[in-house]
């Protein structure tokens, strides 16, 4: 007997499907990225506010010592490699001086009316090698035209091309679905479609993300993942931050730190068993800093702890999903004092962590081995392009590691292959103690990375057994590392 809410489907049917679900080339490159920065920086620095309404005068925009540089500087200190810049938010104020608007910088006082704050960040980011992005608002507030649709869409694709064509590589365009009534009283209906294909025709490579057919939304602003994230998931989700009637409306600040539980569960075989179209649709994890998106000087004594922005980034990087952190610039135009020196405390400990991978010093063995070329050996060679794999009929199988001399560690690395898909269902690490083997960790997905967090144990033997897979798994990385207390 079927319980209740459980779905028909045919099984063999869906796991056939599901593994030939796999990600593009850019999807595969932005996922490789792993950690990169959200900038948000405008009128509503000056103001204090998280939106404005679109009436802000150019005149309030003035930092006093802006400097792109800096803001780069902390992101790479901690260890972030790419920054996504807010180029025109809900207010409508644009960061570059658009010839489609007065409402730019070019109407304020900052740098004498001649300043490109776009080309300034684009510019020190190439210069430090950071990737970058840009994060502009379909919903402009000032904009007279918005709400009368079609003459809306075309002021906006104007707009959009300046920035796919004036500021060299992007990596990513960055949407937001939210929407509200323009001065003619009717909301405004976005033209997807043609925003989309004019990226993908002047800027191929970029992923574009949240409202966009690349990345997805991991569903809150609170920096909650969830605890199995399926890149392979039904094809509608593409659609979900697009429908207005669920756009965020107002900036009242629940928005922000809502958590919606009914969609923990995306991709599993009963989530997604039934669905009629599979697509690769990873998630992206964004959070900020402070409590605001944008500086307030009141929340200087509110900066993430170090612990706090462990766990998003243990939970993000570390649970198949990438991590974007906001940074907002003061009123001088810097990363204040305080995110910057956490900023650089993240980046130690994370480069301390992470500075020996102890499994390199193993010698491995698998219950099973489908040729030569996917030995055990080839799941902590270092290369990610490389891959151990079990006979083509196992859907479960084990690997050993054997140490000459026992190793201490309380970090377990995994990483799929994923150019080839995501597989791995169920799984369990195990440490041996004299004659017995120990249950360490046990978990479901693992998708281009899983990190996972366990007691400090010292062993000379550690075994991970695949217990179920969409037909034979692959494993391109096992690692393990000791990380002291934060």
């Known amino acids: 007997m079927m319980g209740k809410g459980a779905k028909m489907y045919d099984e063999a049917a869906f796991v056939e499907r599901a593994v030939r679900v796999a990600p593009s080339e850019r999807q595969l490159a932005w996922q490789r990225m792993e950690f990169y920065a959200f900038i948000h920086f405008t009128v509503n620095t000056f103001t204090d506010k998280e939106w404005g309404d679109g009436t802000e005068s150019p005149a309030v925009f003035d930092p006093s010592e802006l400097d792109a540089e800096q803001w780069v500087a902390s992101c790479k200190a901690a260890g972030m490699t790419g920054l996504i810049l807010t180029c025109k938010h809900h207010d409508g104020f644009c960061l570059w001086p658009s010839a489609y608007t007065e ?210 980034y243990y939970g993000s990087v570390g ?47 698998a219950s099973s081995t489908s040729e030569a070329k996917h030995a055990a050996l080839r799941a902590i060679d270092g290369d990610a392009e490389t891959y151990w794999r079990p006979g083509t009929e196992d859907e479960q199988a084990s690997l050993t590691l054997t140490f000459a001399s026992a190793v201490r560690f309380n970090r377990i690395v995994l990483r799929e292959p994923i150019r080839h898909g995501q597989r791995i269902e169920r799984f369990v690490v195990e440490y041996r103690m004299g004659d017995e083997w120990k249950t360490l960790y046990r978990g479901t997905v693992v998708g281009y990375q899983k990190i996972g967090l366990t007691d400090l144990v010292e062993t000379d033997a550690v075994r991970l057994t695949i217990q179920q897979a969409r037909s034979y798994p692959m494993l391109s990385a096992l690692e393990l590392y000791e990380a002291g207390t934060p």
């Open 319 to 365: 649970g198949n999903a990438c991590f974007l952190l906001n940074l907002p610039p003061d009123r001088r135009g810097l990363i204040h004092e305080r995110d910057d020196a956490r900023l650089r405390e993240l980046g130690s400990t994370l480069k301390q962590v992470f500075a020996v991978n102890l499994a390199s010093k193993a010698e491995p063995s």
């Open 103 to 312: 409402h730019t910088v070019a109407n304020s006082p900052w740098r004498s009316g001649e300043g490109d704050l776009v080309r300034e960040t684009a510019e020190a980011c190439r210069k430090a090698g950071l990737k970058f992005g840009v994060y502009v608002s379909p919903w402009d507030r000032h904009e007279r035209s918005y709400g009368d649709s079609e003459t809306y869409n075309r002021f906006f694709l104007n707009q959009l091309r300046e920035l796919l064509t004036g500021y060299g590589e992007l990596f990513c365009v960055w949407f937001d679905g939210a929407c509200g009534e323009g001065p003619n009283g009717k909301r405004q209906v976005y033209d997807w479609d043609a925003y989309y294909a004019l990226i993908r025709e002047l800027q191929p490579g970029a992923v574009i993300s949240v409202c966009g057919p690349d990345i997805r939304w991991c569903g809150n602003e609170a920096g909650h993942v969830r605890p199995s994230e399926w890149s392979v998931v039904p094809a509608h989700l593409q659609d979900n931050e697009k429908i207005g009637a669920k756009s965020q409306q107002t900036d009242d600040g629940t928005f922000a730190s809502q958590i919606n539980t009914d969609d923990e569960d995306l991709g599993s075989r009963d989530a997604a068993g039934d669905a009629e179209e599979l697509i690769w649709y990873p998630a992206e994890v964004n959070t900020s800093i402070r409590p605001g998106w944008f500086y307030h000087a009141s929340e200087d004594d509110q900066v993430k702890s170090l612990a706090e922005l462990l766990h998003v």
